[in-house]
């Protein structure tokens, strides 16, 4: 292989242009497609600008020609030449470079390469098992590398924009205590206290809370962060989070320069405007009308409790569920009555039962009357203010459930978004943002027999709740927000109790013994005892940021090593065995 000696880059591949004809250049990169018309040779070299077609011409390249002959795809070049304006019949508009060419005067093969196992082409089809195996490779495609370019613009946009705003970007530690209170921790041994165990963070929330005591007023990190949680598209072991936390606050200070932080992300990232502020809307707000607390509102289809309608009816499956605590509640299709089959309608009940209801009631406004297998049971005026209630018009396609509010909620939340997707009312270029607030502080864990965070332990209940702490956990809201992109939430945080006797009322709601308490978080309320400022944050999941940005479907097409579905990692094996003698530093015995 030649070296680099005596010759430097002055361009990239794909900052060429017009401008730059008669110039003599080098460029180096790797070979992206060869055509051998065999006194030409033609090779399109790529670099992560993108390509410039580079032509080897017998004539004119004398003794290095042979050497021309030997390249193959993904060789490693540096070539000098002078850019020429392509012929008018050879123009390529499909690429930046298209209208020049560089004619050869040196080429150095810097490094061979054999033939890779995976396509280097844009949007490639290759099982993403084999692209993760040769990650390498796979980061050579074009699109690819732009998805890493946009990660890097909206990280620098990020930090330019919280250091403008008065933000310190400050460090916490990776190796912290266990305070098992959500996902599960990865745990790290260690060597120096045998039996004793590091935990990975979650997020940097005790420590970003410990620096509002410290007085360090506006922090902000870009930082790891680790759950040892199942995965799917939008979840990893390892992620990056932008935290944020402010001295002095309250919700409106935090919602205020957050959407002024995402306008400029957008602006600066992908050059959209967006229009502040974004709409706000409770968290029973989006369960009533969407059915999820991440509500898509680029269309509507919003759900209506008609349950009042039917608490006297004589149709046993509606009334049942009301009087059992439930609701009834409906979607109302417009215009589906008309172009829905008999078999669609079936196959939006047999997703209803996979989705946990007994099933899908429904009722067709069509042209020539009521068509439904329910109507027979209701009366003349329960249909009537059915109709009346969902604006029914001839066409449309009304469709019910009726259960616990969970499953009503969960299935017409899926069912109203699988109708956007059959009738395309789903605008995929637009960008619908909307907060979603006052959220429950708790929520009951079965399983645990106790109320459990619905964030975290450290959000502060909404004044007017505190005294329900006490008497009916249920209700009491929190001053906790998110917010939420095109149906998918990128952020969220809440104001944190900055009070002792709060915090410990809150601890107690969580089934925590003072002493149980002292023991996981002392050093929190320990800390508070000395000044605590009103404090509150936020924090973005920076990959799903990025993925919606991208418009790519999973978050590890914007990390460049990312896990698998089982957490492990194809490129380098882990996680992996390790030696005995390793395992006896730690004092740690592997059980077969």
């Known amino acids: 292989m030649e070296s680099l000696k005596g010759i430097k880059r002055n361009n990239m591949c794909g900052a060429l242009g017009l401008n730059n004809i008669g110039e003599q250049v080098t460029v180096m990169g790797w070979v992206s497609t060869r055509r051998d018309l065999g006194s030409l040779i033609f090779i399109d070299?790529?670099?992560?600008?993108?390509?410039?077609?580079?032509?080897?011409?017998?004539?004119?390249?004398?003794?290095?020609?042979?050497?021309?002959?030997?390249i193959r795809n993904e060789f490693v070049l540096a070539v000098t030449g002078e850019v020429v304006k392509r012929d008018q019949d050879t123009i390529n508009p499909e690429i930046k470079t298209g209208h020049i060419e560089i004619r050869a005067k040196e080429l150095r093969i810097l490094s061979k390469a054999q033939t890779p196992p995976i396509y280097i082409e844009e949007n490639s089809n290759v099982s993403e098992a084999i692209r993760l195996k040769y990650r390498y490779l796979d980061l050579r495609r074009p699109d690819m590398q732009r998805n890493l370019m946009l990660r890097h613009r909206v990280a620098k946009t990020v930090r330019d924009f919280l250091d403008d705003n008065g933000f310190m970007e400050i460090e916490t530690p990776m190796l912290t205590k266990s305070t098992p209170e959500g996902a599960r921790?990865?745990?790290?041994?260690?060597?120096?206290h045998p039996g004793k165990f590091y935990a990975l963070p979650q997020s940097p929330q005790i420590f970003k809370q410990l620096l509002m005591v410290s007085g360090m007023d506006k922090y902000f990190q870009i930082v790891k962060c680790f759950r040892d949680e199942d995965l799917r598209a939008d979840r990893q072991p390892e992620f990056t989070q932008i935290d944020i936390e402010m001295s002095f606050v309250d919700v409106d200070d935090i919602i205020d320069i957050n959407e002024k932080l995402i306008k400029v992300v957008f602006?600066?990232?992908?050059?959209?405007?967006?229009?502040?502020?974004?709409?706000?809307?409770?968290?029973?707000?989006?369960?009533?009308?969407?059915?999820?607390?991440?509500?898509?509102?680029?269309?509507?289809?919003?759900?209506?409790?008609?349950?009042?309608?039917?608490?006297?009816?004589e149709f046993k499956v509606f009334k049942g569920a009301v009087s059992g605590g439930g609701s009834v509640r409906a979607i109302n299709a417009k215009k589906c009555g008309d172009i829905f089959s008999r078999r669609e309608i079936d196959s939006l009940g047999d997703l209803a039962k996979e989705l946990g209801a007994k099933g899908l009631a429904w009722i067709n406004v069509a042209q020539d009357g009521l068509k439904s297998p329910i109507a027979k049971f209701l009366s003349q005026n329960e249909i009537q203010s059915v109709l009346d209630r969902l604006d029914a018009e001839k066409g449309d396609l009304l469709l019910f459930v009726a259960d616990k509010d969970k499953v009503v909620f969960n299935v017409l939340g899926q069912m109203?978004?699988?109708?956007?997707?059959?009738?395309?009312l789903i605008d995929d270029d637009s960008y619908e943002f909307v907060w979603v607030t006052e959220f429950p502080l708790l929520e009951f864990d079965d399983d645990q027999n106790r109320y459990v965070a619905m964030h975290h332990p450290f959000t502060s209940p909404v004044e007017e709740d505190i005294d329900l702490l006490e008497t009916d956990p249920s209700k009491v809201r929190a001053k906790a927000y998110d917010i939420v992109l095109n149906g998918i939430e990128i952020g969220g945080g809440s104001i944190r109790i900055h009070d002792t006797e709060l915090q410990q009322m809150m601890f107690k709601a969580l089934g925590f013994?003072?002493?149980?308490?002292?023991?996981?978080?002392?050093?929190?309320?320990?800390?508070?005892?000395?000044?605590?400022?009103?404090?509150?944050?936020?924090?973005?999941?920076?990959?799903?940021?990025?993925?919606?940005?991208?418009?790519?479907?999973?978050?590890?097409?914007?990390?460049?090593?990312?896990?698998?579905?089982?957490?492990?990692?194809?490129?380098?094996?882990?996680?992996?065995?390790?030696?005995?003698?390793?395992?006896?530093?730690?004092?740690?015995?592997?059980?077969?």
Not at 185 to 192: E, I, K, T
Not at 273 to 289: C, G, H, S, V, W
Not at 563 to 590: H, M
């Open 45 to 70: 070299l790529r670099d992560i600008t993108g390509v410039v077609q580079i032509v080897f011409d017998a004539k004119e390249c004398g003794s290095f020609f042979d050497k021309a002959e030997s």
């Open 185 to 192: 921790d990865y745990l790290v041994p260690s060597r120096m």
């Open 267 to 313: 602006q600066k990232a992908i050059g959209v405007e967006l229009k502040t502020p974004f709409n706000r809307i409770t968290y029973k707000q989006a369960m009533d009308k969407y059915g999820t607390d991440k509500p898509d509102v680029r269309f509507g289809l919003e759900i209506q409790n008609v349950s009042d309608i039917f608490e006297q009816s």
């Open 416 to 424: 109203r978004l699988e109708l956007a997707k059959r009738l395309n």
């Open 513 to 592: 013994s003072e002493q149980k308490a002292w023991e996981r978080f002392g050093f929190l309320m320990e800390a508070f005892k000395y000044g605590t400022p009103p404090h509150g944050g936020i924090a973005y999941g920076l990959d799903r940021l990025v993925m919606l940005l991208a418009k790519v479907k999973s978050i590890r097409d914007v990390i460049a090593f990312p896990k698998v579905q089982n957490a492990s990692c194809p490129l380098t094996d882990a996680p992996s065995e390790v030696d005995q003698e390793q395992l006896n530093e730690l004092n740690i015995r592997v059980m077969d």
